[in-house]
């Protein structure tokens, strides 16, 4: 159709919507509309959408719930699908039989309709979208529900780019909800599209965003907030001042918070000005900076924001220099002294140890800004731009970092003692503790300092070369290193004769008083240094030459007192930066954005990519060429864990983006496959250590990137390894999460496995009733110690197949027995052609052969007796009553098309064989259990409906399955009463009794 007809056909579209919402007076037209899409939800169309909008629009509250309540469990249905598609091609397959349109493409559509004659409807669907943002919670772990958030999103966005005069509406909803939620920093990047997209839109409506910025106090993100405005905040110079007039009030409230807040706004404004001239710029900054003196005197925290944020100031507008390096020049002279002691603690530090002046973090904040300025002088090439306040910091910083990195024979090294962290000091004191932290602090910085700078302490001799400039540079770390493991060794030393002391004085108390001690220890203990100031730079250049050929040079850094060598030092801090990461990955993951002033450990997904992949390549190799199971030295055996604890959350983390990531540190001319044959080996080499379970996580992690032809090798693997003597209980449930998530092929033999471990529990608990013959020999790993977390374990993955089934044969035709007659027309359409119909018995075979290998294992447990362990009996009949509920659907599917179903007549056999004898008495065995009592009439209840369907099957195609191979519920003990099940499992829908006649 060419443009005119297709916009005459919506025109008509349009308003064949007005008729139904306007003149269907007694609502049975929606009503009935309603109920058609309800069964046909997963095919959406845009008209369809349109014209359920405009009943949701027109009809009232009650309708309207009704169609947003149904299209919020459609979207959040195709969310679930999604994630399950995932985990299995067989999954995939099922879900491309019916191919349909994803809700988000129809919804997206129905919108650019609305400029082409369905204007009526765009109230509705922003009011669709705003429920989608304001009723699902932003969890971190519910991945469906901030999916269903962000769809939310992107429709305002899709609105807001497409329809022009729903803007201002649009803007009032998203500012009030800015005011009045806790969580809203989704509502906080709609203003930021907006703000992008069209900043006039913002000026035109300034007045509302000027009040807006007078409640900022009470705003909960406002530094997401604030950054959203920086475009409009550079066209309007009125807005502009206001905000500086609102931030410089805050500077002066009492409450921490707000001043924070002010300091980042302030912060963020001079970071992100806009002005080309150059001297407005820096009139313009050299006017606001000087509010912020005030904060240098005053609580930790301020400080800290502030030190910070000059640093994200100088990155992002650096004709700001002079009047950054002149505040921090002056704040560090305070404590730098020059003649006496090197940094002035007792003015940083009262003497119950609470923290005055964050030194540490001024030192590190300093050090940033030299590298950074240091940068972007190296970028335009030209020495000579270097400004005189730059200069005269630059040398300062360099004067303290030469006093630290003295050489031991050097006159005027600095050592431990004029920090007051001698020997004889006790670490368990606060004030102690927070001078220890402080120090070490101010040594990381410096140490940031040489390695990214490469900086050489004057009186180390080179030639000027490249090489050896670099040694140069770590023989200046190498010196300052060794004043850090001093204090590390007089740390752990102190720590040592506390604890022995402790320990001696609770051996003559109670145990009352003896718990207490031991609460007091812990936290005296956790007062102590926090994370590595160390930036990501500085540890993968560290990474890279512990594995290089100046390893030896930097072990030289500690002397034979020392307990703390570099090689531990570099391990401990990477696997502590690794940890943040991985705990930070999610906030990244969703775009989140650290205000101005803060000093994360790494700022965005690319960060942690590009981190991962330099010390993964390192470490990969340090530990493949130099790990060894034979190393009698303890200490190196522990630094042998403490590598392979490193390669195992880098694979960890990397596995969370994609397989090309994972390969950037696997070793050159090696594929994934080689490498976990390498792990295998090492595992086999160190069964029976804590060690293996390190490897052994590595293995989980890489198996889901391998190839098909790979995944049989590593059963075999795991079937070998699992033949050994473990006693280990974390490394059983290991190996069978592996074995029962690994891919499955078409020549797998995954259930042969599951089989045979029901079959080891089958003779290691006895059985029931008649002895059943067991081929095989059992598993050796099913011990006794280890029952309670294999059923545990089988059960759960017999579950999660059930599960998957269901939601085959739910994707594959109808819901339930009541749509049967609906759908079978629509079915029999779908199969007709021979390539539908192929598909359909292919999918629907594959489907009951997945039951039969569940069967096989039921019949198994049945047999079984669960004595021992309380959970199995109610668990495992749990699962026989969802399992009728599977073989009910899977009849109705043979009973709708005409194909062959001699596979179905062998399912059904084989059920009604195990299920008339061997349920029976599993069930009679433990019938006396309180937990079976309760679940038993949904048992009941589940059988005589799968009855039902086995007979409507026997009169679709005129057999007689039923008669033969069922006792009729007359024939049973007892009859169950329908009215009175009572729906003791949230999976199973409530069954109501139906009125009589």
């Known amino acids: 159709m060419d443009n005119a007809a297709l916009k005459k056909l919506y025109e008509v579209q349009g308003i064949v919507m ?156 998203i500012l009030e909800r800015i005011a009045t939620k806790m969580e ?196 335009k090439k030209k020495s000579s731009s270097a400004s005189t306040s730059y200069s005269a910091l630059k040398n300062k910083f360099q004067e303290l970092v030469r006093r630290l990195s003295l050489d031991k024979k050097d006159k005027g090294r600095v050592e431990p003692e004029e920090f007051e962290l001698d020997k004889s000091s006790n670490y368990t004191e606060p004030r102690t503790q927070a001078l220890a932290g402080m120090v070490m602090g101010c040594i990381e910085a410096s140490m940031n300092f040489i390695i990214i700078t490469d900086y050489v302490c004057p009186g180390i001799e080179m030639n000027g070369t490249t090489v050896e400039r670099k040694a140069g540079c770590l023989a200046t770390f190498n010196r300052i290193f060794f004043l850090f493991s001093q204090i590390k060794t007089h740390e752990a030393q102190s720590l040592e004769n506390s604890k ?47 594995g290089g050929d100046n390893s ?127 792990l295998q080996q090492i595992t086999n080499k160190l069964f029976g250590h804590k060690e293996a379970e390190v490897f052994f996580q590595m293995i989980s992690d890489l198996s889901k990137f391998i190839e098909p032809e ?36 078409k020549s797998d033999k995954r259930k042969a496995i599951q089989y045979e471990i029901a079959e080891s529990l089958l003779i290691l608990l006895g059985s029931i009733g008649e002895e059943f013959n067991v081929d095989t020999s059992p598993i050796l790993m099913v011990k006794d110690q280890f029952k309670d977390v294999i059923a545990k374990i089988l059960l759960e993955s017999l579950a999660k197949r059930i599960e998957e089934v269901d939601w085959a044969i739910k994707n594959l035709g109808p819901e339930s027995t009541e749509e049967q007659e609906e759908d079978e027309g629509r079915l029999s359409q779908i199969t007709s052609s021979q390539q539908h119909q192929s598909n359909f018995s292919r999918l629907l075979k594959s489907i009951t052969f997945r039951l039969g290998a569940i069967i096989d294992e039921l019949d198994v447990m049945l047999r079984t007796n669960y004595k021992s362990i309380p959970t199995a009996p109610t668990a495992l009949v749990k699962l026989v009553t969802k399992f009728f509920g599977s073989l009910g659907g899977i009849t109705q599917l043979y009973g709708i098309v005409e194909i062959d179903d001699d596979p179905l007549i062998d399912l059904i056999r084989k059920a009604a064989e195990i299920f008339s004898v061997e349920s029976e008495i599993f069930v009679g065995e433990f019938e006396e259990s309180l937990e079976m009592r309760k679940i038993l009439p949904n048992y009941v209840n589940a059988k005589e409906k799968f009855d039902l369907v086995v007979i409507n099957y026997d009169k679709k195609k005129k057999s007689n399955l039923y008669e033969t191979l069922f006792r009729r519920s007359s024939a049973r003990d007892f009859r169950l009463d329908k009215s009175m099940v009572v729906n003791n499992d949230p999976d199973e829908k409530k069954i109501q009794p139906k009125p009589k006649k």
């Not at 603690?345 to 240091?374: F, M, N, S, W, Y």
């Not at 570099?570 to 954005?593: A, C, G, P, W």
């Not at 050994?724 to 074995?739: G, P, R």
Request: net charge negative; with cysteine.
């Open 710 to 745: 790979d995944s049989r090798e590593q059963m075999i693997w795991l079937r070998n390894f699992s033949e050994q003597d473990i006693t280990s209980n974390s490394m059983v449930k290991n190996i069978l999460n592996l074995w029962f998530h690994l891919p499955v092929t």
């Open 500 to 546: 022995k002391a402790n320990s001696k004085e609770k051996g003559n108390k109670e145990k009352g008083e003896k718990g207490g001690k031991e609460k007091a220890t812990s936290k005296a203990k956790s007062q102590g240094p926090t994370e590595s100031l160390l930036s990501n730079e500085a540890i993968s250049i560290l990474s890279v030459e512990h």
């Open 18 to 173: 007005l008729q139904i919402s306007h003149h269907d007076c007694d609502g049975i037209l929606a009503n009935d509309f309603i109920n058609i899409n309800r069964k046909s939800a997963p095919r959406w169309t845009p008209f369809n959408l349109a014209v359920l909008f405009s009943i949701a629009d027109k009809r009232g509250h009650r309708l309207g719930e009704k169609v947003y309540g149904d299209m919020r469990k459609s979207i959040q249905d195709e969310y679930r699908n999604s994630l399950k598609e995932g985990h299995s091609n067989w999954l995939e397959d099922i879900a491309r039989f019916h191919t349909s349109q994803p809700y988000e493409q129809m919804v997206m559509e129905t919108i650019e309709h609305c400029t082409e004659g369905w204007e009526g409807i765009i109230e509705s669907i922003t009011s669709f979208a705003f429920m989608l943002m304001d009723t699902t919670t932003t969890s971190k772990t519910d991945s469906v529900a901030m999916k269903t958030v962000n769809l939310g999103q992107r429709i305002l966005m899709k609105i807001f780019d497409t329809i022009e005069q729903s803007r201002d509406i649009l803007l009032d909803s």
């Open 184 to 379: 809203n920093l989704s509502y906080i990047q709609l203003l930021q599209h907006i703000s992008d997209k069209n900043p006039k839109l913002l000026a035109d409506n300034v007045s509302k965003l000027k009040n807006q910025v007078d409640s900022l106090s009470y705003i909960s993100s406002p530094d997401p907030f604030l950054r959203a405005l920086v475009p409009l905040l550079n066209i309007s110079g009125d807005f502009l001042d206001h905000c500086i007039l609102v931030l410089g009030k805050m500077l002066c409230q009492s409450d921490v918070n707000a001043r924070l807040t002010a300091i980042s706004g302030i912060l963020l404004i001079l970071q992100n000005n806009s002005n080309k001239n150059e001297e407005a710029n820096y009139s313009f900054g050299c006017e606001l900076l000087p509010r912020l003196r005030r904060c240098l005197g005053q609580q930790p925290q301020v400080r800290e924001r502030l030190y910070y944020g000059l640093c994200d100031v100088l990155k992002g507008n650096p004709t700001l220099q002079e009047p950054i390096f002149d505040l921090l020049f002056e704040q560090f002279n305070k404590y730098y002294g020059e003649k006496g002691p090197i940094l002035a603690l007792d003015r940083c530090v009262t003497k119950e140890g609470e923290i005055i002046e964050p030194i540490h973090l001024l030192i590190d904040a300093i050090q940033q800004c030299l590298c950074v300025h240091h940068e972007q002088l190296k970028k």
């Open 552 to 678: 030896k040079l930097l072990e030289a850094s500690s002397d034979e007192e020392s307990t703390l060598s570099f090689s531990t030092w570099i391990v401990k801090v990477l696997m502590s930066r690794l940890k943040t990461m991985e705990s930070d990955l999610v906030l990244f993951l969703q775009n989140y954005t650290n205000p101005i002033g803060k000093n994360p450990s790494s700022r965005n997904v690319d960060d942690i990519k590009l981190f991962c992949e330099r010390t993964g390549q390192v470490f990969m190799k340090i530990f493949l060429e130099g790990w060894s199971e034979d190393d009698v030295d303890k200490e190196m055996k522990q630094l042998g864990l403490n590598r392979a604890e490193i390669v195992g959350k880098i694979i960890g983390i990397c596995s969370k983006f994609d397989k090309e990531l994972v390969l950037k540190i696997v070793p050159e001319n090696q594929e994934i496959g080689e490498l976990m044959r390498r």
